[in-house]
């Protein structure tokens, strides 16, 4: 399974755009790279998953370089409510599929 | 059900007893993990099962640990003579073969004294 790396922790003020960048410099040509997000007291939740180049959605986009070697998770105009851990993850598409491994995360405070 | 549930959500123990965490996930979704989260901490893997099996029980932290899935639907962590290590909020996650994504349940908060 490949390793990842984030940022521990991340600060910004609400309206920034917030950009938090993993590496996983083992990743394998069959594996996608996966975000899930962390409120307090609540289990993960699954934000968005990609394997190449831009992939948007309604929450989140996310920024892969053709080398596949790291990834940024881009929160556009953040808010107060963003404020959680953020976990990237690199495996297979499907969930269940293997082991799945969440490294620590990244620790995102929002400031007013 | 709507989501996956896991019960009971609090558990206070005493040193030394067996617990048990019930964790009832969505209908049809094959997949099932349990993680341990311990305050302020990431998501250590536990176990992974696909129907019944468990493929990998890599992350069970002792042999006082085991776990369960019957039916292919809900699944028992049991910790037996626990220990105030083992104090932590145990997760529960499900997914099916065609599913890109995990669903968790909101855990149960387990408090050994």
């Known amino acids: 399974l490949a390793k990842t790396t984030q940022p521990i922790s991340m600060d910004s003020y609400e309206g920034q755009e917030v950009n938090i960048t993993c590496s996983h410099n083992?990743?394998?040509?069959?594996?996608?790279i996966t975000w899930y997000q962390q409120f307090p007291s609540q289990g993960p939740r699954f934000i968005i998953q990609?394997?190449?180049t831009k992939v948007t959605n309604e929450v989140a986009s996310l920024f892969i370089p053709a080398d596949r070697k790291s990834s940024t998770l881009s929160l556009p105009r953040v808010s107060l409510s963003d404020t959680a851990v953020y976990y990237c993850?690199?495996?297979?598409?499907?969930?269940?599929?293997?082991?799945?491994?969440f490294g620590t995360g990244t620790r995102l405070t929002i400031i007013p | 059900g709507a989501g996956v549930s896991q019960s009971p959500s609090n558990k206070v123990t005493e040193k030394g007893k067996d617990v048990e965490l019930r964790c009832d996930p969505i209908?049809?979704?094959?997949?099932l993990y349990w993680y341990r989260q311990s305050l302020g901490q990431g998501l250590e893997f536990l176990i992974y099962?696909?129907?019944?099996?468990?493929?990998?029980k890599s992350g069970l932290p002792s042999d006082r640990f085991s776990a369960e899935r019957t039916g292919g639907s809900v699944s028992t962590l049991t910790i037996q003579r626990t220990q105030q290590e083992d104090s932590a909020v145990y997760l529960c996650?499900?997914?099916?073969?065609?599913?890109?994504?995990?669903?968790f349940g909101q855990g149960t908060r387990l408090t050994v004294v």
């Open positions: 993850l690199v495996g297979d598409r499907d969930f269940g599929n293997e082991k799945l491994t």
């Open positions: 083992n990743i394998a040509t069959n594996d996608y």
């Open positions: 990609g394997y190449k």
């Open positions: 209908s049809g979704h094959t997949a």
């Open positions: 099962f696909q129907g019944n099996s468990a493929p990998d």
């Open positions: 996650a499900c997914g099916g073969r065609s599913n890109t994504e995990a669903f």
